[in-house]
Nanobody, 124 residues
Framework: QVQLVESGGGLVQAGGSLRLSCAASGRAFSTYAMGWFRQAPGKERELVAAVSWDATNTHYADSVKGRFTISRDNAKKAVYLQMGNLKPEDTAVYYC?????????????????WGQGTQVTVSS
């Protein structure tokens, strides 16, 4: 098990940037694939970005490609989401998640460790 705490959310104008951080505690953080999800009001939770356990592979939702960057620092037990050119439709609660279920690229599926979430609001 790994415990996750997100930070860095807030209110930003359209076109602006934010950097979300996720601090992990527990053992063997470097063996987990990590992801950032978001859930907007009335919508299902969706995967925004994912990074493999060793940071060699990443995956992005089409809606954020070219605007968001996921990264991780295994020594600091942290994962980050740099968000740029934010749009009102990016408004959501953002969740950090971890899993030890991984595909052949080391990217995760069936995430089973979740943070509490951090609110991101983008004004037009």
């Amino acid at each position: 098990q790994v415990q996750l705490v997100e930070s860095g959310g807030g209110l930003v104008q359209a076109g602006g940037s934010l950097r979300l951080s996720c601090a992990a505690s527990g053992r063997a953080f470097s063996t987990y694939a990590m992801g950032w999800f978001r859930q907007a009001p009335g919508k299902e939770r969706e995967l925004v970005a994912a990074v493999s356990w060793d940071a060699t592979n990443t995956h992005y939702a089409d809606s954020v490609k070219g605007r968001f960057t996921i990264s991780r620092d295994n020594a600091k037990k942290a994962v980050y989401l740099q968000m740029g050119n934010l749009k009102p439709e990016d408004t959501a609660v953002y969740y950090c998640a971890a899993t030890d279920h991984m595909d052949y690229e080391g990217l995760g599926y069936e995430y089973d460790n979740w943070g509490q979430g951090t609110q991101v609001t983008v004004s037009s």
